[in-house]
């Protein structure tokens, strides 16, 4: 019972994961242009090593392929060790859109706070 469980969470986990990893993504870029290992570390560490993007290629080509784009390819870099980096940056139609995500994000975290909190049972 214990195994059924524990791959309910895991599928509940990472469910949540992509269902926020847009949003996320969009919101490190709005503050300055990251390529993606970058990315991801700066993700990894700012949830405390709760969540990890493990294809943050997929995601980045959604954004970078939707219609209107969210994202632009904006410059490579060569590094120290000439490796050849991709930086990413978001676009104004991005800006539009993880706003809206924002907006759904803050109207619905509290709705179900409330739900989990309401009764007499707390979380």
Request: aromatic share 8%; hydrophobic share 40%; no cysteine.
């Given at each position: 019972m214990?195994?059924?469980?524990?791959?309910?969470?895991?599928t509940f986990e990472e469910n949540m994961k992509k269902a926020f990893t847009e949003l996320l993504?969009?919101?490190?870029?709005?503050?300055?242009?990251f390529y993606i290992a970058e990315l991801s570390e700066a993700i990894a560490e700012r949830s405390n090593g709760v969540i990890a993007i493990n294809r943050p290629y997929a995601v980045i080509m959604r954004l970078l392929e939707s219609s209107p784009p969210y994202l632009t390819e904006i410059k490579r870099r060569e590094n120290a060790e000439s490796r050849i980096r991709q930086y990413y940056s978001i676009t104004e139609q991005g800006r539009e859109?993880?706003?809206?995500l924002l907006a759904s994000y803050h109207k619905y975290m509290p709705a179900i706070h409330?739900?989990?909190?309401?009764?007499?049972?707390?979380?």
């Amino acid at each position: 019972m214990a195994k059924e469980n524990a791959r309910s969470v895991n599928t509940f986990e990472e469910n949540m994961k992509k269902a926020f990893t847009e949003l996320l993504v969009l919101h490190i870029l709005s503050e300055r242009d990251f390529y993606i290992a970058e990315l991801s570390e700066a993700i990894a560490e700012r949830s405390n090593g709760v969540i990890a993007i493990n294809r943050p290629y997929a995601v980045i080509m959604r954004l970078l392929e939707s219609s209107p784009p969210y994202l632009t390819e904006i410059k490579r870099r060569e590094n120290a060790e000439s490796r050849i980096r991709q930086y990413y940056s978001i676009t104004e139609q991005g800006r539009e859109y993880l706003a809206e995500l924002l907006a759904s994000y803050h109207k619905y975290m509290p709705a179900i706070h409330a739900i989990l909190t309401s009764g007499g049972n707390t979380v």
